[in-house]
């Protein structure tokens, strides 16, 4: 554990980008052998826009690195936050509890308040509206959204006491867990839900991309799975009920144009559609 922990406190950027890289071309391939959905699209065209804002979302995080790594340094130097203030624990132990927080307050309840702050889902909206949710959906996020979740991970970094090591761990484990929910791949049903009892499956996510509501306000998990559990926001839906977007923005030239995902947080406000829950 010692020297995972090492080697993620020193990461260079090319294992990162070898990281997102590799991630991507393995969901892309498998979607094509176990497909979920067969869209009728052409995926490097779709994927045009997504991979423009996975590169924002890069550049953004990129630039603001700094405030991480200062941040992590402090909590360290003055043994500041959660973990912190337990009684000392085996090292693994350390890294589960501050990679398991990081999760809760840099992810979960950053998505859960982008949902629920209306401002914020304008924002948050260029994310819900592609019409075809695949592996390259997973980093489809607006440059201000990119700073907002920044901003909710430097919130955790700060509260939790994570040093470097472990933000680093959890970010990479976060870039792959979201390529892998988000995948338009096809799992055995019953693996699909072992695996969300734990982590966040692909079926699990697809739900939270449903159209209406009350399944878009739901399973805003990232990697793990057990926060919507607790927090009473985790649903179910059949896999082949799922449509994918936003019912009040079904525009899919704007949905699929990066100058009008730019523009998207800024249209006026639309109340959703709210459906009866299926049984």
Avoid at 42 to 55: D, Q, V
Avoid at 102 to 112: E, N, S, V, W
Avoid at 196 to 211: G, R
């Amino acid at each position: 554990m010692e020297e995972l922990i090492s080697y993620f406190e020193n990461i260079p950027s090319t294992h990162r980008s070898l990281i997102l890289v590799s991630g991507l071309t393995f969901f892309w391939l498998l979607e094509g052998a176990v497909p979920l959905f067969k869209f009728n699209y052409k995926k490097w065209r779709h994927a045009i826009p997504n991979f423009f804002f996975t590169l924002t979302t890069i550049v953004i995080n990129f630039a603001l690195a700094f405030l991480l790594l200062k941040s992590s340094d402090w909590v360290a130097a003055h043994n500041f936050g959660i973990i912190n203030w337990l009684p000392q624990m085996p090292l693994w132990l350390y890294v589960v509890l501050g990679v398991l927080l990081l999760d809760l307050i840099g992810a979960y309840l950053a998505h859960y308040v982008e949902h629920q702050v209306k401002p914020l889902w304008m924002i948050h909206l260029v994310h819900h509206t592609d019409h075809e949710v695949d592996t390259t959906t997973a980093n489809r996020h607006h440059p201000l959204e990119s700073i907002i979740r920044f901003a909710f991970t430097l919130l955790g970094v700060f509260l939790i006491g994570t040093p470097i090591g472990i933000v680093m761990f959890y970010q990479t484990l976060s870039l792959v867990a979201t390529q892998f929910s988000h995948a338009n791949i096809r799992l055995p049903r019953k693996v699909d839900d072992a695996i969300s009892w734990i982590i966040v499956s692909p079926d699990m996510h697809k739900v939270h991309h449903h159209y209406v509501l009350p399944y878009t306000d739901s399973n805003y998990g990232n990697i793990f799975s057990i926060w919507d559990r607790i927090f009473g926001t985790f649903m179910k839906l059949n896999r082949h009920d799922i449509t994918y977007g936003v019912d009040t923005f079904p525009d899919r030239i704007e949905n699929g144009s990066v100058k009008g995902l730019l523009k998207q947080p800024f249209h006026k406000y639309r109340k959703p559609t709210r459906v009866a829950v299926k049984k």
